[in-house]
């Protein structure tokens, strides 16, 4: 499709089990973001990408938390050692560059930790 | 983290009417824009906004950037049941990093 897409849509897992979460943003959009969403929250910024330089990960809440972006496309967010406090809906989003672009979200992984 | 400020957290309104959100802020962002989100879906960007002052108008919404560039706000007009959802504002600063700051929405519920 045109949009960005993620998958899974859910994935619930036992806690201390790894999770990967996957982005294919619009074609041909250089900037890809993650954000996670709380219930009843607002969208928290985790890491940005733009391009091949170096990521932006001041938003990653802990270092169980690490994202690639291969081949300037498809991100990948990997949570270690889930906890459940990273209970939460991950939205990735991407733009055509950085600096004031307008982001356009996928419809996000609705992530349960049991 | 830092959180632009969004209240009431609901709001319920006659479909027909018009309602206006606003969004504030302690510190000066260079753009603000406006999203809606449905249940399961991701947000959908209705208006985005570049310039201090700046007036835009999407349909029936209409937002402004405030002059003081820490706050916006969103004006809905002749409400329909299909303006039912989440409606965040997000602010962003010009840099190398263009993350978006967000509020925590505000629920809007239009009845028939």
């Known amino acids: 499709g045109a949009g960005v897409s993620q998958s899974p849509s859910n994935k619930v897992t036992e806690k201390g089990k790894d999770v990967e979460l996957r982005c294919d943003p619009i074609s041909g959009h250089t900037a890809l973001y993650w954000y996670r969403q709380s219930l009843g929250q607002g969208l928290e910024f985790l890491i940005y990408f733009q391009g091949n330089s170096a990521p932006d990960k001041s938003g990653l809440p802990s270092d169980r938390f690490s994202a690639e972006r291969t081949g300037g496309s498809v991100s990948t967010l990997t949570i270690q050692r889930t906890q459940q406090e990273d209970s939460a809906v991950y939205l990735c989003?991407?733009?055509?560059?950085?600096?004031?672009?307008?982001?356009?979200f996928g419809d996000g992984t609705r992530l349960s930790i049991l | 983290g830092q959180q632009l400020n969004q209240s009431p957290q609901s709001m319920f309104i006659q479909e027909g009417e018009d309602v206006s959100m606003n969004c504030t802020s302690s510190s000066i962002f260079n753009t603000w824009l406006w999203y809606k989100q449905d249940p399961g879906e991701g947000p959908v960007l209705l208006i985005a906004l570049y310039k201090a002052g700046e007036l835009t108008s999407n349909g029936r919404l209409t937002a402004q950037f405030g002059i003081t560039r820490k706050d916006s706000f969103l004006n809905i007009s002749a409400s329909i049941p299909s303006d039912v959802g989440i409606y965040f504002c997000a602010g962003q600063r010009t840099g190398a990093n263009s993350k978006l700051t967000f509020g925590k929405g505000i629920t809007l519920s239009v009845r028939p």
């Open positions: 989003a991407s733009s055509e560059r950085g600096g004031g672009q307008p982001q356009h």
